[in-house]
């Protein structure tokens, strides 16, 4: 997989109450991924990233909601998520990231 590629994948950690839960009891990690990402992708990306030991990954895209300002209506941009699990014993540190 092309390193550059890799570096583009992951858009920002997801940070919320629920992901903050299932970081704790799961050891598990949230992202925003590109749209056209793929599980390998990811996998190589936090593992190339934060030097961790992935051992799966959960994909899920979120529709945008529909929106409306006055008489017109829009949608919202779709959102990719990755839950990806760590091995036992690994940790994401953000600070010490890159």
Do not use: W
């Not at 991924?33 to 936090?46: L, N």
């Not at 945008?64 to 699990?85: L, M």
């Not at 690994?90 to 010490?96: H, K, L, P, R, T």
């Amino acid at each position: 997989m092309n390193p550059e590629r890799l570096m583009q994948v992951l858009l920002a950690p997801i940070v919320s109450e629920k992901s903050t839960m299932v970081a704790e009891k799961n050891n598990q990690v949230g992202f925003r991924v590109v749209q056209d990402a793929t599980k390998p992708e990811i996998k190589a990306a936090v593992e190339l990233l934060f030097k961790v030991e992935v051992e799966s990954v959960q994909v899920l895209n979120q529709k945008g909601k529909v929106k409306r300002h006055g008489r017109f209506t829009g949608r919202r941009r779709g959102v990719r998520k990755a839950y990806v699990s760590l091995k036992p014993g690994q940790e994401i540190n953000f600070a010490e990231a890159r």
